[in-house]
């Protein structure tokens, strides 16, 4: 039985439901996702972990997550020489997953870091990269959408990219050759400014034999920035790596005199780490070039320090490495409260350069991104085609649902682990130096 208010009531919301149908379309991909899969009832029913030969000194640590509505979410949780760890770690955490719903994805990341006893730290934080990248690629996919629209929609229209200095040519399918000359070295940034690239960065603390003499990398480095400089012109920018290979004292006269060569920063011009933040308040007085670290920090609880004090100007968070998408958000919104710009550390695979890409799409502070990968026609194999894509130094925003690649487990079981050494760095009398 309907009285006035029931009638009126019903009348005036089929009217709207189809006012909105007509907006959408009767073929509105969001429609036909929303009936192909119910959100409310999505639940994961397994975990898989795959372990990739990445053709170099690494190994690729992916995991699948699959669900009861036919969807799979991908994730990375790359760790330089401790892949089998981080494997391990994310297939602790299956048994705490099976059941869940994979769309409550702040409540499981809190879960997960915050039940065991002992959190924190590289390979456990690596884990929970890979689990919440993986649920962000579910949720847009159930929707239908990329994963910046989920976090907001896009604070630009394209991303600006960095690269390295690169490499000359392709010896086998994943190998390269780098230059053999001071010569060829310098041509090869003029070649990358002529191919449209506005920022790249180089090695200026040269190593040889895996020696560290400090004061010889402090002169072939700065002589080295400047004819680089000189070849590119005064308007390209440089970034200058040092990796944390200097100590203090070195630190300190190495970002003093590149300064008049205007780097766009000097990056770990020191052990910038949060057990030795007096070294980066020291570093910080005594120079005035821009300075950026982060790349080895896993939490926002260490980069705070860093921006709170305006120790540095670029802040690197790793997204496979500080806890995956959800976190690396609060780490740019943490920065941005004291106008610290946000540059993503990322040389790993597409998945890591993806869910880079859309921190930054929607993130106004993080404004330019490491590429590690994206020029190897490898991806395109392992990911059904999905090559990352970027044309003159700038990348679009992606459109697919969720991520936006999947991993063929085919063409990763062709590329199985393979155990690689890490390699230390010694000084003349044979001590182990930073790496």
């Known amino acids: ?121 590289p390979v456990l934080m690596s884990a929970l990269s890979a689990i919440d990248i993986a649920l962000w690629d579910i ?44 010569e060829e070295a310098l041509d090869l940034w003029v070649q990358k400014k002529n191919e449209g690239w506005t920022c790249v960065k180089g090695g200026f603390f ?22 680089v400089r000189e070849a590119v012109g005064p308007d390209f920018d440089i970034i200058v790596e040092i990796h944390g290979k200097a100590t203090p004292p070195i630190a300190v006269e190495f970002c003093n005199r590149v300064e008049p060569y205007r780097p766009l920063w000097v990056e770990e011009a020191s052990q910038l780490e949060s057990e030795v933040w007096p070294e980066v308040r020291q570093l910080r007085a005594q120079t005035r070039v821009p300075l950026a670290t982060g790349e080895r920090l896993c939490t926002r609880y260490e980069f705070a320090p860093l921006c709170s004090e305006r ?35 990322n040389p790993q695979s597409e998945v890591s350069t993806l869910a880079s890409l859309h921190v930054c799409a929607c993130t106004p502070n993080s404004t330019l991104l490491e590429i590690g990968s994206g020029q190897d026609p490898f991806w395109a194999d392992l990911f059904y085609g999905g090559l990352f894509s970027y044309e003159r130094g700038y990348a679009p925003l992606p459109e697919k649902p969720g991520l936006g690649i999947d991993l063929d487990e085919t063409v990763a079981a062709k590329f199985p682990y393979q155990e690689k050494d890490f390699r230390s760095l010694r000084f003349p009398d044979g001590a182990i130096s930073d790496r």
């Open 311 to 345: 120790l540095v100007d670029y802040i690197m968070p790793d997204v496979v490495h500080v806890g995956g998408i959800s976190e690396m958000r609060k780490i740019c919104a943490l920065a941005d409260t004291f106008r610290v710009e946000v540059s993503p550390h």
């Open 206 to 227: 040269p190593v040889s034999n895996n020696a560290v003499d400090m004061r010889k990398a402090v002169h072939e480095g700065v002589e080295e920035l400047a004819k």
């Open 139 to 182: 949720l847009g996919q159930v929707v239908g959408l990329p994963i910046w629209r989920l976090l907001g929609g896009k604070a630009r229209d394209k991303v600006r990219l960095y690269c390295h200095e690169g490499y000359l040519e392709r010896i086998s399918h994943r190998k390269k050759r780098r230059a053999k000359s001071p």
């Open 1 to 121: 039985m309907f009285n006035r208010r029931s009638f009126l009531t019903t009348g005036i919301a089929a009217a709207a439901a189809s006012i909105g149908a007509k907006a959408l379309g009767a073929d509105s991909g969001l429609t036909a996702v929303q009936e192909k899969h119910d959100v409310r009832n999505l639940r994961i029913t397994d975990l898989r972990t795959f372990l990739v030969d990445a053709g170099n000194d690494e190994n690729y640590v992916y995991v699948k997550l699959y669900t009861n509505q036919g969807i799979t979410g991908l994730g990375e949780g790359t760790l330089s020489g401790k892949c089998l760890t981080v494997a391990t770690a994310i297939g602790e955490l299956k048994r705490h997953l099976i059941g869940k719903d994979p769309t409550e994805i702040e409540r499981l990341w809190q879960d997960i870091f915050r039940g065991p006893r002992y959190r924190g730290g």
